[in-house]
């Protein structure tokens, strides 16, 4: 509430509101108040008057104010009139009068105040003289402004209290709501990566239980192979007796068929491992018995040293007797090229 509005609630007028601010230079409520309290009769100049007498409002000399003007315009009619004009001046309204409620007020000004407070919008003029304060009624009055002005300054006070408590409750909230978001938001990352490691594990199990699911059906086929070819034994005759009906330096050995063959791989790391293989087998199954062995997961490649050769990626799928590698063989691992 501006200081103008505050002075108002308190019954003066505007005008006097207005120039009491001016003359203490807007210092605030109480010395415009005490100013009020102190000149309670004394005429307020308005503007135009102010400047039509050319006297500065700091002069000290009090300008000419319409109620001087008329008292002399009296005064002059007094004198040259006589006894008739005097009894006319007598009629002349010397203040309003609100029909509502009775009340003597001043000037328009007051009117206006008036009528803006109680709602009141009846009003006459009237011969009857406001009359001014005594020293009880303004003691009174300064006493009623004074608890009026305290009565407002623990209302301030109090709400001033009320606010701070409240924008201190709500950084506290505040703080707390951001505390559980970031405890909130370190679980769930820590959540994320307790299930990536899972996640992790589980695809490492499942990579080791098809490598050994594949060596296990490897093994199966193998073993099929082996039974079914001991249930159909070769019909050709045998070596020992032809040696025996024939002289050593006249045979000629046929090719024997080899069935398995002896596998020997030596590791990056210098050590070796062994196994034997049917010779129908691929080579993608030494590979995979490299992989069971050794826990390796990314990629290698395999060669021979004798005769030299690095085996391209068709070669896994041929068997091991088309590579040339029975009855025994040597295979290097190495690292795969780009």
Same mark, same amino acid.
């Given at each position: 509430?501006?200081?103008?509005?505050?002075?108002?609630?308190?019954?003066?007028?505007?005008?006097?509101?207005?120039?009491?601010?001016?003359?203490?230079?807007?210092?605030?409520?109480?010395?415009?108040?005490?100013?009020?309290?102190?000149?309670?009769?004394?005429?307020?100049?308005?503007?135009?008057?102010?400047?039509?007498?050319?006297?500065?409002?700091?002069?000290?000399?009090?300008?000419?104010?319409?109620?001087?003007?008329?008292?002399?315009?009296?005064?002059?009619?007094?004198?040259?009139?006589?006894?008739?004009?005097?009894?006319?001046?007598?009629?002349?309204?010397?203040?309003?009068?609100?029909?509502?409620?009775?009340?003597?007020?001043?000037?328009?000004?007051?009117?206006?105040?008036?009528?803006?407070?109680?709602?009141?919008?009846?009003?006459?003029?009237?011969?009857?003289?406001?009359?001014?304060?005594?020293?009880?009624?303004?003691?009174?009055?300064?006493?009623? *402004?004074?608890?009026?002005?305290?009565?407002?300054? *623990?209302?301030?006070?109090?709400?001033?209290?009320?606010?701070?408590?409240?924008?201190?409750?709500?950084?506290?909230?505040?703080?707390?709501?951001?505390?559980?978001?970031?405890?909130?938001?370190?679980?769930?990352?820590?959540?994320? *990566?307790?299930?990536?490691?899972?996640?992790?594990?589980?695809?490492?199990?499942?990579?080791?239980?098809?490598?050994?699911?594949? /060596?296990?059906?490897?093994?199966?086929?193998?073993?099929?192979?082996?039974?079914?070819?001991?249930?159909?034994?070769?019909?050709?005759?045998?070596?020992?007796?032809?040696?025996?009906?024939?002289?050593?330096?006249?045979?000629?050995?046929?090719?024997?068929?080899?069935?398995?063959?002896? /596998?020997?791989?030596?590791?990056?790391?210098?050590?070796?491992?062994?196994?034997?293989?049917?010779?129908?087998?691929?080579?993608?199954?030494?590979?995979?018995?490299?992989?069971?062995?050794?826990? *390796?997961?990314?990629?290698?490649?395999?060669?021979?040293?004798?005769?030299?050769?690095?085996?391209?990626?068709?070669?896994?799928?041929?068997?091991?007797?088309?590579?040339?590698?029975?009855?025994?063989?040597? /295979?290097?691992?190495?690292?795969?090229?780009?």
């Amino acid at each position: 509430m501006s200081e103008v509005q505050t002075l108002m609630d308190m019954g003066f007028p505007r005008e006097r509101v207005e120039y009491a601010l001016q003359v203490t230079s807007n210092k605030g409520v109480e010395p415009a108040m005490e100013w009020l309290l102190a000149h309670v009769d004394d005429p307020i100049p308005s503007r135009q008057n102010a400047g039509d007498s050319g006297v500065p409002a700091s002069s000290g000399v009090p300008p000419t104010t319409a109620e001087d003007s008329s008292a002399g315009a009296a005064s002059s009619s007094t004198s040259g009139g006589g006894a008739g004009e005097t009894s006319a001046d007598s009629q002349v309204a010397k203040s309003l009068k609100c029909d509502d409620c009775g009340k003597v007020l001043k000037d328009h000004t007051e009117v206006e105040y008036h009528a803006a407070k109680t709602g009141h919008s009846n009003f006459s003029e009237s011969t009857e003289e406001k009359k001014a304060l005594t020293e009880e009624e303004k003691k009174a009055q300064l006493a009623l *402004i004074e608890e009026k002005l305290k009565q407002k300054r *623990i209302e301030r006070e109090e709400r001033e209290k009320t606010e701070a408590l409240q924008r201190e409750k709500n950084r506290i909230k505040s703080g707390k709501d951001m505390t559980e978001a970031k405890r909130r938001m370190e679980e769930l990352e820590m959540k994320k *990566i307790v299930e990536q490691r899972k996640r992790e594990k589980d695809e490492e199990k499942a990579a080791r239980d098809r490598v050994r699911a594949q /060596i296990e059906a490897d093994k199966a086929a193998r073993k099929a192979r082996e039974q079914k070819e001991l249930g159909n034994p070769d019909t050709a005759p045998s070596v020992s007796s032809t040696t025996v009906s024939s002289p050593p330096a006249a045979v000629k050995s046929p090719p024997r068929d080899y069935t398995e063959t002896r /596998i020997q791989v030596r590791l990056q790391d210098g050590s070796t491992l062994q196994e034997t293989f049917n010779v129908k087998e691929q080579l993608s199954a030494v590979r995979v018995f490299i992989q069971m062995k050794t826990g *390796i997961e990314s990629p290698f490649s395999l060669m021979t040293t004798f005769p030299r050769k690095l085996f391209a990626e068709d070669d896994y799928e041929k068997p091991l007797e088309v590579l040339g590698l029975v009855p025994s063989a040597v /295979i290097t691992m190495t690292k795969t090229t780009a």
